[in-house]
T-cell receptor, first 114, second 109 residues
Framework: QQQVKQSPQSLIVQKGGISIINCAYE??????FPWYQQFPGKGPALLIA?????SEKKEGRFTISFNKSAKQFSLHIMDSQPGDSATYFC?????????????FGRGTQLTVWP | DVKVTQSSRYLVKRTGEKVFLECVQD?????MFWYRQDPGLGLRLIYFSYDVKMKEKGDIPEGYSVSREKKERFSLILESASTNQTSMYLC????????FGSGTRLTVV
């Protein structure tokens, strides 16, 4: 049973456009929602993260929108650039005995055309 | 800068071999994790450890074991490698926001 569902599996966006990746979860105990960015040949790197007490978090061109009632969160990449082409993973985590274990979505391969 | 170092970037092993994948972190983290990454399946947790000599099974532990003798080192062991274990293996450490290593691409022939 997949704890975090991510869509789309792949995304092609024109340079300067907005990239949107969506994730959904069921477990209301999740209290931390990070996004990871992975370039070919590299491990995933933490991009941005949000906790459920806020609805939006922005860092540069990257924004997480969080809808607690719908149990959904999304990553928006404004003014997308070819250098943003990568695989993006959403994730969720809860405290307690699992001590921050992350449950990952299956990833979205983003391609930004120049 | 914090680091998670995986000892090998590429490995080719024969079916039936015992394989050791090593991971070292320099951040004094309690928690360490082993994932495998396959196209279309994302990141799947094999094992994790939240203390020295402590380990817990993840979602796909079959065919794997782990060792954590020291806080900074977490090893993944393939007891008898099989072709379906050909994959990218990623080590991570931390709580909430993980730091990942660069991965080991293992091919079993």
């Amino acid at each position: 049973q997949q704890q975090v569902k991510q869509s789309p599996q792949s995304l092609i966006v024109q340079k300067g456009g907005i990239s949107i990746i969506n994730c959904a979860y069921e477990n209301t105990a999740f209290d931390y929602f990070p996004w990871y960015q992975q370039f070919p040949g590299k491990g995933p790197a933490l991009l941005i993260a949000i906790r459920p007490d806020v609805s939006e978090k922005k860092e540069g061109r990257f924004t997480i929108s969080f809808n607690k009632s719908a149990k959904q969160f999304s990553l928006h990449i404004m003014d997308s650039q070819p250098g943003d082409s990568a695989t993006y993973f959403c994730a969720a985590s809860k405290g307690g005995s699992t001590l921050g274990r992350l449950y990952f979505g299956r990833g979205t391969q983003l391609t930004v055309w120049p | 800068d914090v680091k998670v170092t995986q000892s090998s970037r590429y490995l080719v092993k024969r079916t039936g071999e015992k394989v050791f994948l090593e991971c070292v972190q320099d951040m004094d983290h309690e928690n360490m994790f082993w994932y495998r990454q396959d196209p279309g399946l994302g990141l799947r947790l094999i094992y994790f450890s939240y203390d020295v000599k402590m380990k817990e099974k993840g979602d796909i532990p079959e065919g794997y074991s782990v060792s954590r003798e020291k806080k900074e080192r977490f090893s993944l062991i393939l007891e008898s490698a099989s072709t379906n274990q050909t994959s990218m293996y990623l080590c991570a450490s931390g709580i909430y926001g993980y730091t990942f290593g660069s991965g080991t691409r293992l091919t079993v022939v």
